[in-house]
């Protein structure tokens, strides 16, 4: 006759100190109702564990020198570190233009304070001056800060020479721009200096730009009249003499003359 005797099957217990933390913070797990094997390799009823990301633990309690076992796991939700990214709408402007910065974050939700006193996700500014704006992001582990230049290119004073000028008919006139990078005149061209023919009074125009911050300036150019020379008709004998002279117009004097007999 054999006598087996029955012993009650061990009943996994599972407590955690929370069950909710931030990456990198330590969380004690303990298990009770027999002998211990985690997930982890460890064989204590007790252990400590840094998880990163949110992990389950699992923990086979057995009663010893039988098959007779449970298990029970629990889950450690990690919430991650915040980490903040500004982007620009533009990151350059010219003085009086706005810009939009925006903030977006990990391990939320998050709060933000800017160091205008903004405490929104996107702020528009306008600044005169190239600027850093900063903003604090906070949450529930740890905050973050990140800063973000807007620069403001000073718009560019354009001058054009020569500053007047009067011009026979036909005449290719050199005009020269400056103050600024990148230039585009009137004629369609993109050189500078630049070279116009001029056949009737004409305004030139230059478009000189910096970045994205431009300034124009125009330039009048005029033309002389036609140039006309008057001779009178006299009718004389035949040996006589006779005296000849010319009237001179329009053009630009003072005149010269030149006569076929030399």
Same mark, same amino acid.
């Given at each position: ?12 217990? @599972?407590?955690?100190?929370? #069950?909710?933390?931030?990456?990198? #913070?330590?969380?004690?797990?303990? +298990? ?11 064989? !204590? ?5 840094? /998880? @990163?990301?949110? $992990? ?10 039988? !098959? ?6 629990? &889950? ?11 982007? @620009?709408? !533009? ?6 233009? %706005? $810009?939009?910065?925006?903030? !977006? ?16 996700? &996107?702020?528009?500014?306008? /600044? ?35 500053? %007047?000028?009067?011009?026979? *008919? ?10 600024? &990078? ?7 061209? $993109?050189?500078?200096? +630049? ?18 911050? *431009? ?17 009178? *008709? ?23 003359? &030149?006569?076929?007999?030399?």
């Amino acid at each position: 006759t054999f006598t087996v005797s029955m012993g009650a099957p061990p009943i996994a217990l @599972l407590s955690t100190s929370q #069950d909710s933390i931030c990456s990198g #913070d330590t969380v004690k797990l303990t +298990a009770g109702g027999g002998s211990y094997v985690w997930n982890t390799g460890a064989t !204590t009823s007790v252990i400590k564990v840094v /998880p @990163l990301i949110t $992990t389950s633990y699992t923990v086979h309690v057995f009663t010893p020198n039988t !098959t007779c076992q449970d298990s029970a796991v629990v &889950t450690i939700f990690v919430t991650p570190t915040i980490t903040s990214t500004v982007t @620009l709408s !533009t990151d350059s402007i010219c003085p009086g233009n %706005s $810009t939009t910065l925006t903030v !977006t974050s990990s391990g939320g939700p998050p709060n933000y304070l800017w160091n205008t006193g903004a405490t929104t996700s &996107t702020i528009t500014v306008n /600044p005169a001056f190239t600027t850093t704006y900063w903003v604090i992001t906070s949450g529930r582990c740890a905050n973050d800060s990140i800063g973000q230049v807007v620069t403001v290119i000073p718009t560019p004073t354009v001058t054009i020479t020569p500053v %007047s000028d009067t011009v026979c *008919k036909g005449t290719v006139v050199t005009f020269s721009a400056t103050g600024a &990078t990148n230039y585009t005149w009137s004629n369609g061209a $993109t050189t500078n200096p +630049a070279i116009f023919t001029v056949n009737s009074d004409s305004t030139i125009t230059v478009v000189g730009k910096t970045g994205h911050c *431009k300034d124009s300036v125009t330039q009048k150019v005029y033309v002389y009249s036609n140039l006309v020379a008057t001779v009178p *008709k006299d009718t004389i004998c035949v040996g006589s003499k006779a005296i000849i002279s010319v009237s001179a117009s329009g053009g630009h004097g003072p005149y010269t003359y &030149t006569w076929n007999n030399g």
